[in-house]
Each structure stands twice: as structure tokens, then as C-alpha cells.
């Protein structure tokens, strides 16, 4: 790559859509010009913890997260160097170790998560801030869901760390930080409006950069 790679940073609270708005992305530009890394990969490491304890983790407090890798990672692709994603079992709680995604430089890198305008080292990392805005009812039924079907969990337990961590962390670590977005965009991947504007911009930036190259 011959310029800076830009940095789109995608966020949101727990089933607002944030995927869905990150798919559009991807698949409004060729694939050899975007890469994407989801916060998600980068919950710290707990194999060395006894099962019974990871249960015990607040899965939705910054603490969390392993930023400092993550952080580490985006420099390296800025620098033009691929990165080894981790890999994290929802299930068991804890990275697979035995497996990684590589990831490459790429004109454009787009970071998923739930809480990357919290981290300041990180914010300040991204060229464009979205949030992505969706009522808490609605996100809620779509975390039922998700845990449910991709992560083994039971309505029960997804019910209570719900009311227990997942709302109290979002009122506290996750809407406060809507101000530093650059676009909101209201009822997630259902607002084709606001989609199609952040592709259209993503493609100018691409097609600009094309330009420059030659």
C-alpha cells in the first residue's frame, strides 16, 4: 500500500446492527480492498482460569478486552504488516489457542465492536466513527438470539446478564460515547438510507485512492 490504510470504526450497543452495517460495507467494495477486524476476537485469554470462574467474567466491561493487542494489531496493518487474529470460543469462554485468522493490509480496515470509542488510544485510531443506534428492546430480543443460536446459551442466562451486565456496562461505557461519532445511524441495518451514504463515501475514498496510485 502506498497511502494509509483508512480506519472505519463501527459501533454500537449488543444486537444494534453493527454486523449488518459492516456486511454492507464489505460487500459494496472488492474484497482485495478491505479487511475487518470485530473487537469480539480480542476478549483476553482465560484458558489458564478454571471454567467455573470464566463463567464469573464481566463479558461486557472494558476491562474485558485485550486493547492493548488489538491496538497493537491495527498498527501493524497500518504498517503495511498482516496480523494473526485470535480466535474466541463463546462457549468455553476463552481464545483457541491452537487457531488464528490471518489478516491482511489492506486500502481500507474496518473495527467492529461494542466499545471501541471507549478506549481513547483507539478512538483516536479511527477516520470515520459510526454508530450504529437501535432501541434496547429490539436489541435485546436480538441478543436472545444470537446467544442462543451461535453461542449455547440458554434464554435464562442470557436474560439475566442482560438486566445484570450487559445494560448497566451500555448505559455506562457505550452510549456516553455516541458524541464522538461522526454519522449515527438510527434502527441499524434497517435504515438502507444511511447504508447506502457510507458506502457511497467508502467507494469515493477507494476510487480516490486508486486515482492517486496512478
Known amino acids: 500500500m502506498k497511502n494509509r490504510p483508512l480506519i472505519i470504526g463501527i459501533t454500537g450497543g449488543t444486537g444494534s446492527g453493527k454486523s449488518t452495517v459492516t456486511k454492507a460495507i ?44 488489538l491496538i497493537s494489531h491495527l498498527n501493524d496493518l497500518v504498517n503495511g504488516k498482516s496480523i494473526e487474529k485470535p480466535v474466541y470460543d463463546f462457549e468455553k469462554h476463552t481464545r483457541n489457542l491452537e487457531k488464528t485468522v490471518t489478516v491482511y493490509p489492506r486500502d481500507i480496515i474496518v473495527v467492529e465492536g461494542i466499545m471501541i470509542l471507549e478506549d481513547k488510544r483507539l478512538r483516536n485510531m479511527l477516520d470515520i466513527k459510526i454508530f450504529v443506534d437501535t432501541d434496547n428492546d429490539i436489541r435485546i430480543l436480538r441478543r436472545i438470539q444470537r446467544d442462543i443460536e451461535e453461542r449455547g446459551r440458554t434464554v435464562d442466562s442470557v436474560i439475566d446478564q442482560y438486566l445484570t451486565t450487559v445494560r448497566p456496562a451500555h448505559m455506562q461505557f457505550i452510549e456516553p460515547y455516541k458524541r464522538y461519532a461522526d454519522i449515527i445511524i438510527p434502527e441499524g441495518g434497517y435504515n438502507t438510507v444511511a447504508i447506502d451514504i457510507v458506502v457511497a463515501k467508502v467507494k469515493s475514498i477507494i476510487q480516490s485512492k486508486v486515482n492517486k496510485d496512478y
Do not use: G, M
Open 26 to 69: 464489505i460487500e459494496s467494495v472488492p474484497e482485495e480492498n478491505i479487511s475487518v477486524i470485530e473487537q469480539d476476537a480480542y476478549y483476553k485469554d482465560q484458558s489458564h482460569i478454571p471454567f467455573e470462574e470464566r463463567l464469573k467474567t464481566n463479558y461486557d466491561h472494558p476491562l474485558a478486552f485485550d486493547n492493548d493487542l
